[in-house]
């Protein structure tokens, strides 16, 4: 057991310490990747925006109504561009998944070896009749590695969840531009 309460305090705090950078770089890691998928978004926007502009000018300056029909049937085969920007999101996708899993599998193994060498730490010198006192203090660190691990799923589940959403967006533009070659 500890030898005096400064050791459990010291023990717990680097515990808690150690949940809060895990937190921090996983969120940071969540943010980062969010902010790649807005910037591609701004991106593509300000090239739809210029792309369409053109196509107008091409259109409005045609000399005869083939050549407009022809501006616009150009337009249309710019939906290429719905499969190049949803390839682009499913690469930082899997780039924010394949950190994130590394960075949640490295902080949960040492997590896991701080938490064992925490237990041995405290149950090491045990006098006789702590018993009640080392299962107090197990417990207490049980709780808090299982709120850690409770932090870790949950952000897994919300990138699971974002990359869903996008799925089914990729699948929505793809049905859009079956549907409008169709016609």
């Not at 030898?3 to 980062?32: H, I, M, R, Y």
């Not at 050549?67 to 682009?88: D, H, I, W």
């Not at 701080?114 to 006789?128: E, F, G, Q, S």
């Amino acid at each position: 057991m500890f030898q005096n309460p400064e050791q459990f305090a010291q023990a717990t705090k680097t515990l808690f310490e150690f949940q809060l950078d895990t937190f921090n770089t996983l969120t940071s890691k969540a943010v980062q990747g969010l902010e790649q998928v807005l910037q591609l978004n701004i991106d593509t926007a300000r090239s739809s925006v210029e792309k369409n502009l053109a196509a107008g000018r091409e259109m409005s300056q045609a000399a005869d109504p083939k050549a407009a029909m022809a501006a616009a049937s150009a337009r249309m085969q710019n939906l290429t561009n719905v499969a190049e920007y949803n390839q682009q999101v499913g690469q930082i996708l899997a780039e924010i998944h394949s950190e994130f899993t590394t960075a949640a599998e490295a902080h949960l193994a040492e997590a896991r070896s701080n938490l064992t060498a925490l237990i041995h730490d405290v149950t090491k010198n045990v006098r006789p009749g702590s018993e009640n006192a080392v299962q107090i203090v197990k417990t207490a660190i049980d709780n808090a590695f299982a709120g850690y691990e409770q932090v870790t799923k949950a952000t897994r589940q919300a990138v699971a969840a974002f990359e869903e959403q996008l799925a089914k967006a990729a699948a929505l533009a793809e049905q859009q531009k079956a549907d409008q070659t169709k016609h």
